[in-house]
């Protein structure tokens, strides 16, 4: 495989992982929307552990407590 093949498929991985994070959140966001942050949290977590999609602890805190007080989040940039 050459440098540029390996280049496009890490690409490709990382927008795959990326698309698969957004998602976990659309689906998050529509399913609890108005549940407790902890809740949402969880959801989250597990989304993105199904999605195999590595998010900082500190990240779904903050997304879990958006979802509940907006009813939205971005998603994180997950590369």
């Known amino acids: 495989m050459t440098e540029q093949q390996s280049s496009n498929g890490g690409s490709e991985e990382s927008e795959a992982r990326q698309e698969a994070a957004e ?27 199904q999605a195999q999609v590595d ?12 979802i509940h007080d907006e009813g939205s989040t971005d998603t994180p940039e997950v590369g």
């Open 23 to 49: 998602h976990v959140v659309e689906r998050v966001e529509s399913w609890d929307e108005g549940a407790q942050p902890e809740t949402i949290r969880e959801d989250l977590e597990e989304g993105m552990q």
């Open 55 to 66: 998010v900082a602890e500190g990240d779904l805190e903050q997304m879990a407590e958006e």
